[in-house]
């Protein structure tokens, strides 16, 4: 008789993973950075596309990054990582919807929302 099947580990394990990743890159620079997390669908990436540009805009000294570990389905995040390690979210669209539309934000409410983070 075959043996059995194994079982998969837990999948906590590529999460943990993903963060250590973004300290890792982000730990070693000392410096803040935005991230951007977006489903990988057509709308998602115009939209992020646009939030992106309007926050390099607004703050050319701070990297934007995009997707650095393969998002969650359905979500769309903007976070402000310090180099203290913290995190702060400047908009989270996952619980928003239905309409589809209500996941994104205005661009100018992210920016006002990093302005208070960065006075």
Known sequence: ??????????????????????????????????????????????????????????APELPVTVNPSKPRRGSFEVTLLRPDGSRAELWTGIKKGPPRKLKFPEPQQVVEELKKYLS
């Open 1 to 58: 008789m075959a043996p059995g099947k194994r079982k998969r580990k837990a999948e906590a394990a590529p999460v943990a993973s993903a963060e250590k990743r973004e300290k890792l890159a982000n730990g070693g620079q000392g410096v803040e950075e935005i991230v951007i997390e977006h489903c990988t669908s057509r709308v998602y990436g115009r939209n992020a596309a646009a939030l992106s540009q309007a926050l390099r805009l607004q």
